[in-house]
């Protein structure tokens, strides 16, 4: 009781035996400031190499670099129309891969007529699962095929759990988004690997945060994507074989030139035309990336924010999109 009589007595004995704890806790705190700070170095560095850097320099010949034609997966719609036509703005010639013959027709006259290169298109639904691929192996069997671009997509109309969805449904989110990519991919590398040059582009989608509503399937299923794309890469890079990961985060769905003008910030969702000419640099350069500056940004800005404020920009990005 003496000890504790007069409160400077306390004070210093408290101040004595907390020096050496605060000394420890002071180097802790210097450790992982410097370990933020290099991070954000680390960043800021990656983020001006490969999204700056690339636009300083012209664009070496696609054509030559890969093969002369360009599979594109999904093309008459969103992102992969516009990677199509960024392609054939190029120089590449393009094979076209959807299941609406009209709009493949379409589609494949307009970039004849705007880009002056070959165009050719497949018409087919990857729903139908293993049958559905006999047609594309026929057309490309003679198809010297530089770039795969891997972008066909299939959407619950609303989030749906995996109790909720019919069975069917299941199996064309699989045969789509699991299925599509890989026999693909089975069907073009033989003839890559024998030229020993090509490039595979998979597209998948990079959520900065975790869904608060039912994605059962989706997520899955590009994690799938991304995980794919790693093996293959490091299966296939000693054949020559460039292999991508390309996954965006919001892209608009109209093509518009930044699609909406009340938006305060556009730039955040880039039309599919401003993503595809951005991505399209991004090729042979990065193994993985979101293939845009702002969405690396929002990416690396999520990694320092709380997960609410992640999901609260999620989401609002995401209703802004549609
Ligand atoms: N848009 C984004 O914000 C965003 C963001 C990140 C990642 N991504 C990824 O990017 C990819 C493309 O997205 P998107 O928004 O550009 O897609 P989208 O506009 O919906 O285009 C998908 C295309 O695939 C076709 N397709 C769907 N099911 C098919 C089937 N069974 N057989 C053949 N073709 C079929 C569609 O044809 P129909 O129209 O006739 O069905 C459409 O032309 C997806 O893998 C998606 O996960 C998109």
Avoid at 48 to 76: D, E, K, M
Avoid at 169 to 176: A, C, G, P
Wanted: with cysteine.
């Amino acid at each position: 009781m003496a000890a504790v009589d007069s409160f400077h007595l306390l004070y210093r004995q408290v101040a004595w035996s907390c020096q050496s704890h605060m000394e420890f806790l002071a180097v802790v705190g210097a450790l992982y400031t410097a370990g933020k700070g290099l991070k954000l170095i680390c960043q800021s560095y990656n983020l001006i190499r490969l999204h700056i850097t690339p636009l300083l320099f012209s664009r070496t010949n696609l054509g030559r670099q890969y093969g002369a034609w360009a599979v594109v997966t999904g093309a008459t719609s969103g992102i992969a129309q516009a990677y199509a036509e960024e392609l054939a703005r190029c120089g590449m010639n393009v094979v076209l891969v959807d299941n609406n013959r009209e709009k493949l027709q379409k589609m494949s006259d307009s970039i004849t007529a705007t880009h002056g290169v070959n165009t050719s298109f497949i018409e087919v639904d990857f729903c139908k699962g293993h049958e559905a691929y006999r047609p594309i192996k026929d057309a490309l069997r003679h198809v010297e095929v530089g770039i795969l671009v891997n972008c066909v997509g299939n959407f619950l109309e609303y989030p749906q759990s995996v109790i909720e969805c019919p069975e069917e449904q299941l199996w064309k989110i699989i045969h789509v988004s699991v299925s599509a990519a890989t026999i693909m991919a089975k069907i073009v590398v033989p003839g890559m690997a024998q030229r020993r040059r090509g490039a595979i582009v998979n597209v998948s989608f990079r959520s900065c945060c975790k869904p608060n509503f039912p994605m059962t399937m989706y997520t899955p299923c590009q994690l799938y994507m991304d995980g794919f794309t790693k093996e293959l890469q490091s299966e296939l890079s000693s054949k020559g074989i460039f292999v991508q990961s390309l996954t965006p985060l919001c892209v608009a769905k109209e093509r518009t030139l930044h699609y909406r003008p009340s938006f305060r910030f556009p730039f955040l969702v880039p039309s599919p035309e401003v993503y595809a000419r951005h991505a399209v640099q991004m090729l042979g350069v990065s193994h993985r990336t979101t293939g845009y500056w702002a969405h690396s940004m929002q990416l690396a800005a999520a990694c320092w924010l709380p997960d609410f404020i992640c999901q609260l920009m999620g989401r609002f990005l995401h209703t802004a999109s549609e």
